[in-house]
Nanobody, 123 residues
């Protein structure tokens, strides 16, 4: 069993920044990947970014590459998503998720999910 809790969402103007956090508990943290996904109103949940827990390797969706940065703190068992140069199309509920093994960009490959945190970017 694993528990994930997201925080840090809010309302910002276009061009602004936010940092999301995802605190994980209830498992060992070797050979796992952590991912961020988002779901906008009326749309499917989509991949944003992911990181290998132990090695630190990262992967980003093209839509956020160069603007978002994923990182982790092993001591705190927490993963972060720094979001810069935010655009209205970034508005969504952002979810933290985890899976055993390597990074994957697909919703179906992640086994555990947090409850989500709302990010709203005004134009």
């Amino acid at each position: 069993q694993v528990q994930l809790v997201e925080s840090g969402g809010g309302l910002v103007q276009a061009g602004g920044s936010l940092r999301l956090s995802c605190a994980a508990s209830g498992r060992t943290f070797s050979s796992y990947a952590m991912g961020w996904f988002r779901q906008a109103p009326g749309k499917e949940r989509e991949f944003v970014a992911a990181i290998n827990w132990s090695g630190g390797g990262t992967y980003y969706a093209d839509s956020v590459k160069g603007r978002f940065t994923i990182s982790r703190d092993n001591a705190k068992t927490t993963v972060y998503l720094q979001m810069n140069s935010l655009k209205p199309e970034d508005t969504a509920v952002y979810y933290c998720a985890t899976r055993r093994g390597a990074i994957q960009p697909y919703v179906g490959d992640y086994n555990y999910w947090g409850q989500g945190t709302q990010v709203t970017v005004s134009s």
